[in-house]
């Protein structure tokens, strides 16, 4: 089991930057991979950036350049920080992580972007 433990959402302007911290109760360099996602209000759950075990990344088209997701495997964190954030990026994040078992999810971190 791991639990996983979103911080760092918040209000920002249009234009503004916010970093989101994903605290796990367990090592993930183990983890096969950890994500993040975001649901906005009447739509579904969609992947916005993805590391693998080996460090490699992926992202969403719509954050690419935008975003950067890091991990700090000695702190079992990981971290999306988002520069340039719009309001079509408010939404709830939710933090995953996969091992060989399962997939395991937060309880999510509000992020709001409004003038």
């Known amino acids: 089991q791991v639990q996983l433990v979103e911080s760092g959402g918040g209000l920002v302007q249009p234009g503004g930057s916010l970093r989101l911290s994903c605290a796990a109760s367990?090592?993930?360099?183990?983890?096969?991979?950890m994500g993040w996602y975001r649901q906005a209000p009447g739509k579904q759950r969609e992947l916005v950036a993805r590391i693998l075990r080996g460090g490699s990344t992926g992202y969403a088209d719509s954050v690419k350049g935008r975003f950067t997701i890091s991990r700090d495997n000695a702190k079992n964190t990981l971290y999306l920080q988002m520069n340039s954030l719009k309001p079509e990026d408010a939404a709830d994040y939710y933090c995953?992580?996969?091992?060989?078992?399962?997939?395991?999810w937060g309880q999510g971190t509000q992020v709001t972007v409004s003038s």
């Open positions: 995953n992580a996969e091992d060989i078992w399962r997939s395991y």
């Open positions: 367990k090592s993930i360099s183990s983890m096969n991979a």
